[in-house]
C-alpha cells in the first residue's frame, strides 16, 4: 500500500481506497430503480400502443373521427404515419434505459416531451387515450431525469 497526499488538503490515504474527491455515495434505493425499471417497462408499452395506435390510424382512416375547427387538421393517415414512428422509437429507447444506457435516458426523456406534444394535438381524435398517454410521459420524463443514473449503480 503505497501513501498519497492530496495536494489540496494535505490529506493522506492509502492507494487501494478511494481518492477523497469521490464521495462515498449510499447505495440507489429499491424505489429510485423501481421508478426507472418501471419508465423503462412503460416506454416500452406506450410506445407499442402508441405504434399500434398509429397502423390503426394508417389502416383504417375512417376509424379516428375528428372534431372540426381543431388547431392541427391532419389527416388521420398523417398521424398513423406519426404515432407508428414515434411509438417505435420510444420502444426501443425504453430497452436501452432497461440496459442502463445513458443515451436511452436522453432519447427518452426527449421522446416523452414528443410523445406528450403529439398525444396533445390528438386530443379531438382520442380524448381518452391521449390524456392517459400524457400523464404516462410525465411519469417517464421525472423518473428518467430524478432517478436516471440510479439503474447503472
Not at 488538503?9 to 455515495?25: L, M, N, V, Y
Not at 373521427?65 to 407508428?84: K, S
Not at 398525444?119 to 392517459?132: D, E, Q, R
Amino acid at each position: 500500500m503505497t501513501e498519497q497526499t492530496t495536494p489540496n488538503d494535505g490529506t493522506t490515504w492509502q492507494a487501494e481506497d478511494p481518492p477523497p474527491s469521490r464521495a462515498q455515495e449510499p447505495p440507489p434505493s429499491g424505489w429510485a430503480t423501481g421508478f426507472i425499471m418501471f419508465a423503462g417497462v412503460m416506454m416500452i408499452m406506450a410506445g407499442s400502443f402508441q405504434a399500434f395506435a398509429g397502423l390503426v390510424g394508417i389502416f383504417e382512416d375512417e376509424f379516428y373521427v375528428a372534431t372540426p375547427n381543431y388547431l392541427l387538421e391532419l389527416d388521420a393517415t398523417t398521424w398513423g404515419w406519426i404515432h407508428l414512428v414515434l411509438g417505435l422509437v420510444v420502444v426501443l429507447a425504453g430497452f436501452a434505459v432497461l440496459n442502463g444506457m445513458l443515451w436511452g435516458r436522453i432519447i427518452g426523456v426527449i421522446l416523452a416531451v414528443l410523445s406528450a406534444g403529439a398525444n396533445f394535438a390528438f386530443l379531438p381524435y382520442s380524448p381518452f387515450w391521449s390524456t392517459l398517454i400524457i400523464a404516462v410521459d410525465i411519469f417517464v420524463i421525472w423518473a428518467l431525469t430524478v432517478h436516471g443514473r440510479d439503474i447503472t449503480r
